[in-house]
């Protein structure tokens, strides 16, 4: 069983940074990509970025050249920092995992119990 922990949200204001982490564990699994995803109230979850075992990169056009995503050596921990904030940032970020098994089982998606960012003066 692989579990996701997010920490590091919080209350900034316009123009502050964030930096969000998010640890897997749990044991006989491995990682393909692992990203953040966010929610604002009453909107659907959206993609914010992704980042895969080779360390390749992806972005929503909203966040590029604010926000950077960043992955531990061992590959079980992932960072999101967030610099620039605005308040149309405020969501509920979830972190994101694709795993499997072993190389016979398909990739599935694991995730975070989510954390709050705002953004306000």
């Known amino acids: 069983q692989v579990q996701l922990v997010e920490s590091g949200g919080g209350l900034v204001q316009p123009g502050g940074s964030l930096r969000l982490s998010c640890v897997a564990s749990?044991?006989?699994?491995?990682?393909?990509?692992m990203g953040w995803y966010r929610q604002a109230p009453g909107k659907q979850r959206d993609l914010v970025t992704t980042i895969s075992r080779s360390g390749s990169t992806d972005y929503a056009d909203s966040v590029k050249g604010r926000f950077t995503i960043s992955r531990n050596n061992g590959g079980n921990t992932v960072f999101l920092q967030m610099n620039s904030l605005k308040p149309e940032d405020t969501a509920i970020y979830y972190c994101n995992a694709r795993v499997r098994r072993d190389y016979r089982s398909d990739y599935y998606d694991v995730w975070g119990q989510g954390t709050q960012v705002t953004v306000s003066s």
């Open positions: 749990g044991s006989g699994f491995s990682i393909r990509t």
